[in-house]
């Protein structure tokens, strides 16, 4: 299990620019560049290694530009457009292989000013690889999503990562808040997210101390019905509460469980963690699970499992989940 997880989370982890806490910084197969030309936006995307093949989806604001053209050095397998996205194919022989370096390919947008672009790999060579998703890119200005994530963050990219698909928001005026706490209703909401939850699906929760009206009303119902929360007690789920680690991992545990991963674990990791023994009971089982298969690190050689869990702590761990379900 934890091989399986270090080589899924190394397909997407291939594309820092920077070092992380979780991986040194290898080489990205592509790498793009956003350049603003004659009131057009070119995004030039070059090979960080050999290739032949592959197929790339270039996210963008659509309010800003409009996607006009694509130029391929090469056969142009496929083109898909929809709202703020363009989806493209590529392929050539093995003879005329794009080497480092190698321009493989130039979107052309209509529109200028700052933006963000965020560019997605599959198939990379006809590898039947999960998406690999590059860092955003952006124009010269240097913009970035959140105004108080910097890009060398050890958290940039677990931020980056869960705001693609729609997980996190940010708190308003373009901020993150990766210091904040989080509670256990966005946590749970974050969960059901990645899940793709709909609302209207999961209406009542069951606990009295949950607004049907409020937000995370039908994520704290699906979690409750599927097991993945059971409250703080039959009545109450404390919504406003913040999450603590343990309590993270026990969530992510059962969600683990739901999605039927085999959760069952060696306990060879928990007791390196010096702080082993402040782990709850009724969190163990979740923390031998979350420790084992890389989810959760600690740092200092400590787990600090009943500390409250930060937004920037929570993106990662999550990011490192789904990673695990791909």
């Given at each position: ?39 057009a936006m070119v995004l030039t995307l070059k090979a960080e290694e050999d290739t032949v093949s592959g197929t790339i989806t270039v996210f963008y604001d659509g309010e800003k530009l409009t996607f006009k053209e694509v130029k391929v050095d090469g056969t142009l397998t496929s083109l898909t457009e929809g709202d703020g996205f363009v989806t ?84 308003g005026n373009d901020l993150f808040m990766p210091e904040g706490n989080l509670n256990r209703a966005m946590f749970v909401t974050i969960l059901g997210r990645m899940e793709g939850v709909q609302a209207g699906d999961f209406p009542v929760s069951g606990f009295a101390d949950v607004d049907e009206d409020a937000y995370y009303a039908p994520y ?107």
């Open positions: 299990m934890r091989k399986l997880y270090a080589l899924l989370l190394a397909l997407v982890l291939v594309f820092s620019f920077t070092a992380t806490a979780l991986a040194a910084e290898p080489t990205a197969p592509l790498t793009g560049s956003l350049v603003e030309q004659d009131g493209l194919g590529y392929a050539v022989s093995t003879t005329e292989a794009f080497s480092r370096g190698d321009t493989v390919a130039e979107l052309i947008f209509e529109g200028s000013g700052e933006t963000l672009m965020d560019i997605r790999v599959e198939n990379f060579n006809e590898n039947n690889n999960p998406n690999q998703y590059l860092p955003v890119v952006t124009n010269p200005q240097g913009m970035t999503r959140f105004k108080d994530v910097s890009r060398n963050a050890w958290y940039y990219d677990a931020v980056e990562y869960s705001a693609q698909r729609g997980w996190v928001n940010g708190v704290v119902s699906w979690a409750a019905e599927t097991g993945i929360t059971t409250g703080m007690n039959e009545t109450e789920f404390d919504p406003n509460g913040l999450v603590t680690r343990e309590q993270a991992a026990t969530f992510m545990y059962r969600y683990a469980g739901y999605k039927g991963l085999d959760t069952d674990s060696a306990d060879k990791t928990l007791k390196t963690f010096s702080d082993h023994t402040a782990v709850s009971t009724w969190a163990t089982d979740a923390m031998i699970w979350a420790t084992d298969c890389g989810l959760f690190i600690g740092t200092g050689g400590k787990l600090a499992p009943r500390a409250t869990m930060t937004r920037a702590q929570a993106v990662t761990v999550l990011q490192r989940m789904d990673l695990l379900l791909s």
